[in-house]
């Protein structure tokens, strides 16, 4: 309190607040009229620190009492003529308001008194309250009897504020009135259909009452930070407008395609048909159309739901014997998947887009129509999902690099005043007040920037928590009772008791020791399993306790050592004593039921090696820092996912109870609806992870379609750019994080001095124990390199290898023993240095070999080759026998032709570079690998070996410079992340020992084996009972093989919760659980759901953002080490990066000069006008939107429509080929486009006539619309298409090179994944996710499944099937046809190695390619940002320049210099009126008025660059590149320049006006014809006038 009012004493009042008055008013009125009547030319904006809702900043003073809640003179010097005043509340909120019109005077009672109710901060406190309490009322199905009457209360606060809102800003749509306001709106909206449903009739009150959930949105505008990331996220979605628009696009073609190939597919079933043995009665049947409707005749898979699907294909699904394929029946998925439609194929291809279940839609698609179909799901779901959401992506990154930007902006901004207004405080205040002053000044400039995201600055979030913590200061009792009972300083005996415990506890070896117990304790916690010993389980209580009494025994030692007041003001020591406390209670509470919970929070001692780890300790600060800086944003995200379970609780929640028989047979809500709130959550929830379809489909049949999706495209549009957002925002904050600038803690050193005492006494005992056991001297060797003359011809130097190094320096000594004296004779020698020089012969013919680019290419062939071959080695192999035996005499072939270039490469390089070359090392692995495989056919025992010949295909990598960059560029990304990968395995750990704490045991359940569905726990109760059933047969009591049994088991099911694959399965095992040996029941642990729902948030989410941040912080530090340029590209690929760049940029054709006949001038001026282009364009739609409105099984009056349609069009098509051809002739197909509307023209004709002859079934109808569709590609053409649309295909063509590098590693480990999976799940059983599509039987369905992992897709259900391997789930001596391979059981453990590997490389790498585009985009914006310039601008330059200097002068008029300028391109563009502008540049004029095309490209570049250091360099660069290429300049001599022309007319300007003023007045002197001669002199003024105005207009510019 003194404090304060000491701060209230000092603080001046600057820029003082001024009470709003009616001369105040008047003032403003005043101004207003003169700005009407005058030209206003300043230019302000607003303050965003002044805007309404903010709190004043602290530089305006102290408020005083008087002023609260009064009107007072705007502080904001843009609305100080804008009719407006402010109102301050006590927490010095601005509040503004209008002073004109439409509204009662600022000075009347009443609405001064509706003012003061507005601002009070209780008024805004009570409509939160009451929005929260009716928040609780619209989550609940069953309202309390006093129910209606609270609602009635509320609807009377909600009426009132509306009454205050409407007095107190007044009535009109303007700014700070009520209805300006969108918010207002939306609360008179709800608040007057709330009203009217109270007396409307009882069929619309359903409809009024669901307006009333949109009060949720209520809590926005009372939160300032919510209301500023709504305005932001506003923001992104208008530059997201050309995303979305192009999205629709593609997504409307593929839709069209779709239609055109699959329309009516997947009715084509398998159908029973009748064998001539059968009754006539089965014949009849036949006869009957009902026949094909009864689905019994349908051949179902065993414990499918749907039936068998089939093709005419010989590549689509076959039908058994007895079954024929015909269309029949409705489509799968209750009717909801097809391609029958234009509206189902866009849900379709919406739904592969976002990867929602698609492998069931692969599954069904290449069943019907043919696997050779898969290369359309191959563009959608992997290409076109990843070009859309790189592009949402990109333009989310841009908007969160702006807000980034402007926060810092605003925080230089605000610093000075910050400054000053300390200087002012300092004076007449004491040391401590200046402090408390400042902690007060930051804190409240920091509340004004609520809206920034200035959490990316961790500096100043750090000063901010360390000011914030500060000025929570205790009253003066409380420090003197902390220093009496918490500071222990009583007798002599116990400080040296202190002293003697500091000394141990601080000690180096304690921490290490502590570190030690922390990791055991980890270990310990990992080991519980089930089922488990009783042995075991006393070990784990044992060691429990132990650590217990350690942790306990370093709390009490510490807290002897620091006091407790030093102890507790450490918060990893209040960490450690929550730890403790924990413990001891668990010991206490073991035994009580229901408590045994308490053991799951062990896992938190895990964290305590966050003390120990300094990467830990930042990657949790820099987290807490980036969540506390969006927490508006997670709460405005959370706000969307209650209003969104609101609505659909009360949109659909009825329907549930109601047509619950539509989704379930026996008539029971099923897992997943939106009946009651918490599962109308959990639905929604499910949605943003992107499981909607099947919850949909759920709602298709109890809501009906045009309910269901608008609510269901709302929740993923939405929702997805809120978590994008935010995780754009967090991955950011990690991104630009630097750990180097912080210091580690004591502890961390007290690990590091430890481990170097400890290596320190190894070493001196290792050297002790060396000096006693040898005493020979410690003798230098030379390590001089030889090199030879092989050199010439490689780019290595050729050392000599060790083994003949040392050969070398063993020889020299005994020469030299063997004879001083003795020479060694002269043909010795020659002979010797004969033998050299063959050696170096031979070794330089070697590197000449090696290195022959002839050679290099014949290696790379035979290595493509011999990975080739690996790929027909499936299960058919030993039915073609040529096939076996030529590939078994290439294996043999290859294998010597690489043995061959090792021993080459040894010869040339020498064992020490060949060896330490990683790529060599490869290649020597896979010679390895060949011969082990050779060796492995030879003998039988040896025959396992033969499995590791999918290592072959790894000499790819070695081969092709373009995976050699991938790979570098890779491994240095991701190596130097394992500390945060280790982090987030922390994480992973903390949940698996819960997940192992909570549900080991639990998801056994007895099984009907008939049915094979789990038995009501009515009948079974737990697993005695289950044993104990039916005639003494015991019933299969089985555990679901995905379970939280073990630590292992544990992280593999919440692997698959993360690829949200199989997650909700397991989700539902887990809410269903009861416990240990007991039969689970429906949803009897419904709140275990919120386990999966924190992994999802605690560990997915935000250890996702911290492995990706750290992944492109090492992407941009080495980006910078190579200057900019991207790291996945080789160097050729670069300069095909700049001619992408350049071809983007530049126009792609030069333009047709115009015939001189007649007729083809007129064809000419036809064809090129846009009136004709735009013609072409409306009928490519047309003919686009006749394929939308087909259908399967339409009228055939419809196909004889679309027919003449389609010939009509080709008609036409051909008729604009020939008038083009008429007038073009040639230049026709020198561009690009022409020759590809020349040959749809070909084939539209050759598809339209040549069924006629051939028939349809060779020739599908559906050809000639295809490619008559393919014209819409001319949308995209640069242009003539929309100019957005360019800039976003410009970084995805820009990224297309190390992109495609990329895919090509990408395809090699598939490639290398799909020969290990033939050679080792070829042959398991067909269930689950292993079917006649998806299988390991051949390489092509092997590249299907893994194609599906990729895109983490259906992985759990192939894992199940290879999870087969007891005699009760497979056959292990099933005899194979074709092959001596029996069994049909998987191996678990390969197929867990084979699966997590693969998904965690193949996502490291798909996470680069999204990197790489997201950059592109961050690259070309910041390039639009900075006022560079670049090649491309001085290209635009010169064809702009073209236009006006056709002739190649090198030089332009003056007087067309303003239009050239607003010609260009930016940013050396200059909008209109630029005539001053051009002027203040001082171009050099030659003769004529003349400008040289130089003199403008330098001005210009020096207008742009003007803040740029190195524009002077740039500078230079211009004018030499001109001057290259223009070496025959030509010469001028400036006589002027635009300036000085400028002024010259303005100097004859005032000469003419004095000499006129000066003609006047002596011709006033005259008294008889003043008159005539005045007359006479006006005349003659005006003639002067005249001419000198003709000669300042031709002078100007």
């Known amino acids: 309190m003194v404090a304060s009012a000491k701060l209230e004493m000092a603080s001046p009042e600057r820029k003082g607040l ?55 003179e705007d502080v904001d010097p843009y609305y100080k003529n804008k009719m407006t005043f402010i109102v301050l509340n006590k927490k010095r909120t601005v509040f503004r308001f209008s002073a004109t019109w439409c509204t009662l005077s600022p000075f009347n009672s009443v609405r001064r008194t509706a003012i003061k109710i507005l601002v009070h901060p209780f008024f805004r406190l009570l409509i939160l309250i009451s929005i929260l309490i009716d928040c609780i009322f619209m989550s609940m199905t069953d309202l309390p009897k006093w129910g209606p009457a609270l609602q009635n209360t509320l609807l009377g606060i909600y009426t009132f504020e509306i009454l205050v809102k409407l007095i107190a800003r007044g009535i009109w749509a303007g700014s700070f009135y009520f209805f300006g306001d969108p918010w207002n709106w939306l609360d008179f909206s709800v608040t007057l259909f709330e009203h009217i449903s109270r007396y409307s009739p009882p069929n619309f009150i359903s409809i009024f009452r669901i307006t009333r959930n949109l009060r949720i949105l209520k809590i926005i505008p009372l939160n300032q930070g919510l209301k500023s990331f709504v305005g932001i996220l506003i923001h992104c979605l208008k530059k997201l407008t050309g995303v979305i628009i192009l999205t629709l696009f593609f997504l409307s073609i593929f839709s069209l395609i779709g239609m055109e190939l699959f329309m009516g597919n997947l ?43 089939c093709g005419n294909r010989t590549d689509a699904g076959q039908c058994p014997e007895g079954y024929v394929c015909v269309k029949a029946g409705v489509n799968p998925d209750y009717g909801y998947t097809n391609f029958d439609s234009f509206g189902w194929t866009l849900l379709a291809l919406f739904r592969l887009m976002m990867q929602d279940y698609p492998e069931a839609l692969y599954h069904q698609i290449l069943y019907a129509s043919g696997k050779v179909y898969m290369i359309f799901f191959v563009v959608i779901s992997f290409w076109f999902a990843f070009y859309m959401a790189s592009l949402f992506l990109g333009i989310l990154a841009i908007s969160c690099e702006e807000e980034k930007q402007r926060a810092a902006e605003k925080a230089k901004k605000i610093e000075p005043e910050l400054q000053q207004a300390l200087t002012e405080l300092q004076e007449g205040n004491k040391a401590a007040e200046t402090k408390t002053t400042e902690i007060e000044m930051k804190k409240r400039s920091s509340t004004s920037m609520i809206t920034s995201l200035d959490m990316l600055d961790d500096a100043t979030i750090r000063h901010k928590e360390e000011l914030r913590k500060s000025r929570k200061r205790c009253p003066f009792c409380w420090y003197r009772f902390a220093k009496t009972s918490l500071i222990w300083n009583c007798s002599p005996c116990w400080l040296k008791l202190k002293e003697f415990v500091h000394m141990i506890i601080m000690d180096p070896f304690t921490d290490l020791f502590l570190t030690i117990c922390i990791i055991l304790n980890v270990h310990f916690l990992a080991l519980e399993h089930y089922p488990m010993s009783l042995e075991t389980n006393n070990i784990l209580n044992i060691e429990n306790q132990v650590f217990i009494g350690i942790f306990t025994a370093e709390m009490i030692f510490k807290i002897i050592a620091m006091h407790p007041y030093g102890y507790f003001q450490v918060g990893w020591n209040i960490y450690d004593s929550l730890i403790v406390f924990h413990g001891l209670v668990e010991l206490y509470v073991t035994h009580c039921h229901g408590l045994a919970v308490l053991r799951s929070f062990r896992v938190l001692r895990i964290f305590k090696l966050g003390r120990y780890w300094p990467t830990f300790k930042i990657l949790l600060l820099t987290l807490g820092n980036s969540v506390m800086a969006l927490k508006d944003l997670v709460l405005l995200l959370f706000t969307f996912i209650f209003f969104s379970a609101v609505l659909g609780l009360k949109l659909f929640g009825s329907n549930y109870k109601i047509y619950v028989c539509n989704i379930d047979e026996d008539c029971q809500l099923p897992h997943w609806h939106m009946h009651d709130f918490l599962h109308s959550f ?135 023993k063997k004879g001083y004296g003795r020479r060694s004779s002269s ?128 000499r790819v990598l070695s081969q092709f410079e373009r995976m050699k960059v991938v790979v570098r560029a890779l491994v240095k990304t991701t190596l130097p992340t394992w500390n945060v990968l280790l982090v987030c395995l922390m994480i992973w750990l903390a949940f698996s020992i819960i997940g192992v704490h909570l549900f080991a045991g639990t998801f056994y359940e007895c099984i009907d084996p008939t049915s094979g569905e789990r038995f009501p726990i009515s009948e079974v109760m737990n697993r005695s009972q289950c044993e104990s059933l039916v005639f003494n047969e015991s019933m299969p009591w089985e555990n679901a093989k995905l379970n939280f049994d073990n630590v292992g088991i544990s992280f593999l099911s919440l692997l698959q919760v993360a690829t949200f694959n199989g997650w909700i399965t397991i989700m539902n095992s887990a809410v269903d659980s009861i416990g240990v040996d007991m039969q689970p029941n429906f949803e009897d642990n419904i709140y275990m759901c919120c386990y999966f729902i924190d992994f999802i948030i605690i560990g997915l989410f935000l250890p996702l953002s911290m492995l ?185 063509v820009l990224s297309l090179p190390a992109l495609l ?41 092997s590249m299907l499944c893994l194609f599906q992992v990729t895109i983490f897709a259906g992985w759990d259900g192939m894992l199940n099937a290879i999870f087969n391997s007891k005699w009760s789930d497979c056959d292990p001596d099933k005899i194979n046809p074709g092959t001596q391979v029996r069994g049909d059981c998987g191996n678990p453990f390969v197929g867990i190695v084979y699966f997590v590997s693969y998904i965690l490389i193949s996502w490291l790498i798909i996470v680069n390619m999204y990197i790489v585009v997201v950059m592109e985009f961050l ?89 740029d250091v190195s524009m002077e360099k740039v500078l230079s660069e211009v004018e030499s590149g001109f001057m290259l290429a223009n070496p025959f300049k030509i010469t001028y001599e400036p006589i002027t320049t635009t300036l000085k022309r400028k002024q010259e007319a303005v100097s004859a300007t005032i000469i003419q006006r004095a000499y006129r003023s000066y003609r006047l007045r002596q011709n006033d002197k005259k008294t008889s014809d003043i008159h005539m001669i005045d007359g006479d002199v006006e005349v003659q003024a005006i003639k002067e006038g005249s001419y000198f105005d003709k000669t300042e207009g031709k002078s100007t510019i």
């Open 1108 to 1292: 990706i941040g750290a992944i492109i912080a090492n992407f941009n530090k080495h980006k910078v080490k190579l200057g900019g340029s991207n790291i996945f590209i080789t160097v050729k690929q670069k300069k095909q990066y700049h001619a992408l760049k350049r071809l983007m940029c530049e126009v792609s054709q030069k333009p047709v000069p115009r015939p001189g006949n007649k007729f083809q001038g007129f064809v000419f001026d036809l064809v090129t006008n846009q009136v004709f282009n735009i013609i072409i364009m409306v009928l490519i739609f047309f003919q686009a939107i006749t394929i939308m409105i087909q259908s399967d099984e339409q009228n055939p009056k419809i196909d004889i429509a679309v027919y003449w349609i389609n010939s009509v069009l080709v008609t036409l098509y051909t008729g604009e080929c020939v008038l083009k051809l008429i007038v073009f002739h040639y230049n026709y197909f020198t561009n690009g486009w022409n020759i590809f509307d020349f040959m749809v023209v070909v084939f539209s004709t050759t598809g339209l006539f040549l069924p006629l002859m051939v028939g349809y079934y060779l020739v599908p109808p559906s050809l000639v619309q295809l490619i008559l569709l393919s014209r819409i590609i001319h949308i995209l053409r640069p242009e003539k298409g929309p100019k957005v649309f360019h800039d976003l295909l410009l970084p995805l």
């Open 1419 to 1507: 690259n070309i914006a910041s390039k639009k940002k900075a006022k560079t310039l670049s090649e491309d601008d001085f290209r635009k330059f010169f064809q702009v320049w073209k236009r006006f200097d056709p002739d190649r002068t090198q030089y332009i008029d003056s007087s067309k210099l303003s239009d050239f300028a607003a010609a260009l391109h930016p940013p050396l563009f200059m909008a209109k009126p630029n005539k001053g502008q051009i002027v203040a540049m001082d171009l050099p004029m030659a003769v004529g008025d003349r400008v040289h095309c130089l003199d403008i490209l330098l001005a210009l570049t020096k207008r742009v660059m003007s803040q």
């Open 267 to 309: 009715k084509h079933k398998c159908l029973r048909w009748p064998q001539e043995n059968e009754t006539e009665t089965l014949h009849n049947r036949t006869g009957n159309t009902y026949y094909i409707r009864e689905t019994e005749n349908f051949y179902y898979l065993e414990g499918e739901r749907y039936a068998l699907l």
């Open 682 to 816: 959990l639905n929604v929830f499910r949605i943003l992870c992107g499981e909607w379809i099947e919850t949909l489909w759920d709602c298709f049949k109890v809501a009906g379609q045009f309910s269901c999706i608008p609510f269901y495209m709302m929740v993923i549009l939405v929702g997805n750019l809120l978590i994008l957002y935010l995780f754009l925002a967090l991955v950011s904050s990690f991104s630009s994080y630097k750990p180097a600038t912080t210091e580690e803690n004591d502890e961390a050193k007290n690990l590091q001095r430890a481990m170097a005492r400890i290596k320190k006494g190894i070493n001196y005992v290792l050297s002790k124990i060396l000096c006693k056991n040898q005493n020979v001297p410690e003798e230098t060797m030379d390590n001089k390199v030889k090199q030879s003359s092989s050199s010439e011809c490689s780019t290595v130097d050729i050392s000599i290898s060790e083994e003949e190094e040392m050969v070398y320096e063993r020889g020299k000594p005994k020469r030299l």
């Open 827 to 954: 043909a010795q020698i020659s002979r010797d240095s004969r033998k050299r020089k063959i050696w170096q012969n031979i070794r330089k013919t070697c590197c000449k070999i090696v290195e022959n680019s002839c050679f290099k290419c014949f290696i790379g062939l035979v290595t493509l080759l011999s990975t080739g071959a690996l790929a027909f080695e499936d299960i058919y192999i030993d039915q073609r026998k040529t096939i076996k035996v030529l590939l078994e005499y290439g294996d043999m072939i290859f294998t010597y032709i690489f043995i061959l270039e090792m021993l080459l490469k040894w010869m040339a390089y020498g064992f020490k570079a060949y060896f330490t070359n990683g790529w060599y090392q490869l290649d020597f692995m896979v010679v390895i690998v060949f011969c082990l495989s050779l060796i492995g056919k030879s003998r039988e025992e040896l025959k396992p070996l033969i499995s590791i010949k999918f290592l072959r295909a790894l």
């Open 18 to 72: 001024v009470p709003f008055t009616r001369e105040s008013l008047e003032v403003m009125e005043q101004h207003s009229a003169k700005k009407h009547s005058e030209e206003h030319k300043e230019d302000l904006k607003p303050n965003t620190d002044l805007e309404a809702g903010k709190e004043l900043p602290f530089v305006y003073g102290n408020l005083p009492r008087a002023m609260v809640s009064e009107p007072l």
């Open 1301 to 1341: 590098n990329i895919s090509l590693l990408i395809f090699l480990i598939m490639f290398v994944y799909a020969i290990f999976g033939m050679y080792n799940f070829a042959y398991v059983k067909k269930e689950a996710g292993i079917n006649d599509v998806s299988n390991f039987e051949t390489f092509g369905s």
